[in-house]
């Protein structure tokens, strides 16, 4: 059975840093591209909206303007593991944070992503 489980979320002040964690099981990701994702449920009307992805071998990546500078994706395929650095938190990065794969080239779009976790909580304080 094939599951994303991450972690690593909780309460940060503005200004502070999360690492979260995706671990992969089931089979190898390595030949998968990655992505993170995130929702706020308070904001009416808010989807889910790209954060960040990494192709396969960990060599190219993409970022939201909203995050750029301030996020780092990555992945140790060893571990089967993906990482989201989050550094210079804003209140506006409140949401829960979900991780996806996908088979071929990396991509923004939600629907073309196949496994997902069930999410991990990032609150910042103002």
């Known amino acids: 059975q094939v599951r994303l489980v991450e972690s690593g979320g909780g309460l940060v002040q503005t200004g502070g840093s999360l690492r979260l964690s995706c671990a992969a099981s089931?089979?190898?990701?390595?030949?998968?591209?990655m992505g993170w994702f995130r929702q706020a449920p308070q904001a009416p009307g808010k989807e889910r909206e790209f954060?960040?992805?990494?192709?396969?071998?960990?060599?190219?990546?993409r970022y939201a303007d909203s995050v750029k500078g301030r996020f780092t994706i990555s992945r140790d395929d060893a571990k089967n593991t993906l990482y989201l650095q989050m550094n210079s938190l804003k209140p506006e990065d409140t949401a829960r944070y979900y991780c996806?794969?996908?088979?071929?080239?990396?991509?923004?779009?939600?629907?073309?992503?196949?496994?997902w976790g069930q999410g991990t909580q990032v609150t910042v304080s103002s």
């Open positions: 996806a794969a996908k088979r071929g080239p990396f991509t923004s779009v939600i629907p073309q992503y196949d496994y």
């Open positions: 089931g089979r190898s990701f390595s030949s998968d591209a």
């Open positions: 954060v960040a992805a990494i192709n396969w071998s960990g060599g190219s990546t």
